[in-house]
């Protein structure tokens, strides 16, 4: 089963119980989104895909889940 959590720029977690399918994780994330590995094995990160382009808040939590090696830039 997979289990989806949420960690928003302002720090808060919270587990998601509702099917997170396409539209509902570019709903989340307000755009596009894109897939970035993370340090956890058999886990991604989903992001939004011009949240760089469009100066969205940076991410430390979700930043320090990303695999080693991953990020052009040094955050989400």
Same mark, same amino acid.
């Given at each position: 089963? *997979?289990?989806?959590?949420?960690?928003?720029?302002? %720090?808060? $977690? $919270? $587990?998601? &119980?509702?099917?997170?399918?396409? /539209?509902?994780?570019?709903? @989340?994330? !307000? !755009?596009?989104?894109?897939?970035?590995? &993370? *340090?956890?094995?058999?886990? /991604?990160?989903?992001?939004?895909?011009? !949240? =760089?382009?469009? $100066? =969205?808040?940076? *991410?430390?939590? /979700?930043? /320090?889940?990303?695999?080693? %090696?991953? =990020?052009?830039?040094? @955050?989400?």
């Amino acid at each position: 089963m *997979n289990v989806v959590r949420k960690i928003y720029t302002d %720090g808060r $977690e $919270e $587990e998601c &119980s509702e099917k997170m399918d396409i /539209a509902a994780m570019q709903k @989340f994330v !307000g !755009g596009y989104i894109e897939m970035v590995p &993370s *340090n956890i094995p058999h886990r /991604a990160l989903v992001v939004n895909e011009e !949240g =760089l382009l469009n $100066e =969205l808040p940076h *991410n430390v939590k /979700a930043t /320090a889940l990303v695999k080693p %090696g991953t =990020l052009v830039l040094d @955050f989400i």
